[in-house]
């Protein structure tokens, strides 16, 4: 069983920065996808990016050229670094990951506003 646990949330001013981390455990790290989904009230939960198994990573087109995803395979985490933030971006973000199966955290609330 994978466990995911989110951390760094929280409020932030529009046009400001905040990171995200998210540590895995239980599983193997380094052949997995990991990545972020993302959900405000009253929407759909939104894919929001990705990294592959050899570093590939990829974007949804709302964040590309502000959101920025790393992965640490000795340290079994991923992060999210959130750049030039929009009210829009508000939302509850979950790190998922996938290997065979997919595995979700929690979630941490992102709130940007003034």
């Known amino acids: 069983q994978v466990q995911l646990v989110e951390s760094g949330g929280g409020l932030v001013q529009p046009g400001g920065s905040l990171g995200l981390s998210c540590a895995a455990s239980g599983g193997v790290f380094s052949p997995a996808t990991l990545g972020w989904y993302r959900q405000s009230p009253g929407k759909e939960r939104e894919w929001v990016t990705s990294t592959g198994p050899y570093g590939r990573t990829m974007y949804a087109d709302s964040v590309k050229g502000r959101f920025t995803i790393s992965r640490d395979n000795a340290k079994n985490t991923v992060s999210l670094q959130m750049n030039s933030l929009r009210p829009e971006d508000t939302a509850v973000y979950y790190c998922?990951?996938?290997?065979?199966?997919?595995?979700w955290g929690r979630g941490t609330q992102v709130t940007v506003s003034s």
């Open positions: 998922y990951y996938r290997h065979h199966a997919q595995y």
